[in-house]
């Protein structure tokens, strides 16, 4: 996914915290990162600020873990009752990525040190509000409705927290159909999925788990576009959009 920048209505930009660090630290922070990605990133987002599975910066067990000895038996043993399988990695790797996990919170913690817990409306603002109409007619109808699914929107959030959720929203996990290698079809809410393994949740609570290259997996994840509009919102389509869901209270 493509990393967007915006400015918020106050004029403040969101910006990344740079930590002073030992080549070696750095060079252990960038390899877990790669192996993070790599295994965990499906369920717990390239970041690990959560997806199908949960945010680990605001896991306690992340957060009380030394050098990987609390993350390494959780990734060793799995939590099969939370749809997490068992993972052979070396000691090393998990340490690499116990630091990147850690450098993770650091950076979170010192963005939000630098950040007020309010933003006033006026400020938030800046936007037109018909050309927020004019893209959420284009671009979000199809999903989403103003008498539907948005109505009174803006009395539910916050204004900051609205505005935060155009960009970045929340939602249940993709939705599988999976055909195996008798024909059988399995439908369910996705709990783990990467390049060698798929697993969902049926209706009934049973966990169902395949290589993947024994079944034919298709995925409805209701998040896909706004993964899109992501990669292409400017600055002025966040504001508008903000300003004409700020109409609807």
Avoid at 3 to 26: D, T
Avoid at 49 to 69: E, I, M, T, Y
Avoid at 81 to 107: D, T, V
Avoid at 125 to 148: E, I
Wanted: glycine share 8%.
């Amino acid at each position: 996914m493509g990393r967007l920048s915006f400015r918020l209505g106050c004029g403040i930009l969101l910006a990344v915290a740079v930590f002073a660090q030992s080549p070696e630290n750095a060079a252990n922070i960038a390899a877990g990162k790669a192996a993070f990605q790599q295994t965990c990133s499906f369920c717990h987002g390239p970041d690990a600020r959560g997806a199908s599975g949960p945010d680990l910066l605001q896991s306690p067990l992340v957060n009380r873990d030394v050098n990987g000895n609390l993350i390494g038996q959780v990734v060793r043993n799995g939590r099969p009752g939370k749809g997490m399988p068992a993972f052979h990695i070396p000691e090393s790797e998990i340490r690499q990525i116990a630091a990147f996990l850690h450098a993770q919170i650091k950076s979170a913690a010192s963005v939000s040190q630098h950040m007020p817990s309010k933003y006033s409306l006026k400020k938030l603002l800046v936007g037109n509000a018909a050309a927020g109409k004019r893209y959420f007619d284009k671009h979000c109808a199809s999903c989403h409705s103003a008498a539907g699914d948005l109505a009174h929107v803006a009395s539910k959030y916050s204004p900051f927290d609205l505005q935060t959720r155009i960009a970045f929203p929340s939602g249940d996990p993709p939705e599988l159909t999976v055909k195996d290698s008798s024909g059988r079809i399995f439908k369910g809410k996705q709990v783990y999925a990467d390049a060698f393994y798929v697993s969902l949740r049926d209706k009934n609570g049973w966990l169902h788990t395949w290589p993947r290259d024994k079944v034919s997996v298709t995925v409805h994840d209701p998040l896909a576009a706004h993964e899109t509009l992501l990669k292409q919102y400017t600055n002025a389509d966040l504001h508008n959009l903000f300003a004409y869901l700020e109409t609807l209270r």
